[in-house]
């Protein structure tokens, strides 16, 4: 049973960065796909980011292509989301979940049986 733990939230400026980090424990990391998703509230939970098991494949959702990055350490066990260029509409909580294979059915929910509890991020003057 993997559990994720995001960190590195917190409030930015308009054009500022964050990394979002996501370290896994429980089970060998190389054997998943990771997503980044983000939820405002009364809203869905939507999908970000994916890196595959091999960094193969990686996607970005339109809005934050450009400027964000997601990478992985599998010997850190660790899924980083890089933010910079952030703007007020990124002010949501980011959540980090964990797939055994998504196929390009990356933005699913329902793919990704592991999630962390999230973490806010808030970009305000």
């Known amino acids: 049973q993997l559990q994720l733990v995001e960190s590195g939230g917190g409030l930015v400026q308009p054009g500022g960065s964050l990394r979002l980090s996501c370290v896994v424990s429980?089970?060998?990391?190389?054997?998943?796909?990771f997503g980044w998703f983000r939820q405002a509230p009364g809203q869905e939970r939507t999908g970000v980011s994916y890196i595959s098991t091999g960094t193969d494949a990686i996607y970005y959702t339109d809005s934050v292509k450009g400027r964000f990055t997601i990478s992985r350490d599998n010997a850190k066990k660790t899924i980083y989301l890089q933010m910079n260029n952030l703007q007020p509409e990124d002010t949501v909580v980011y959540y980090c979940?964990?797939?055994?294979?998504?196929?390009?059915?990356?933005?699913?929910?329902?793919?990704?049986?592991?999630w962390g509890q999230g973490t806010q991020v808030t970009v305000s003057s």
């Open positions: 979940a964990a797939s055994h294979s998504t196929g390009s059915n990356w933005r699913s929910r329902d793919k990704y049986p592991y």
């Open positions: 429980g089970g060998e990391i190389v054997w998943y796909g």
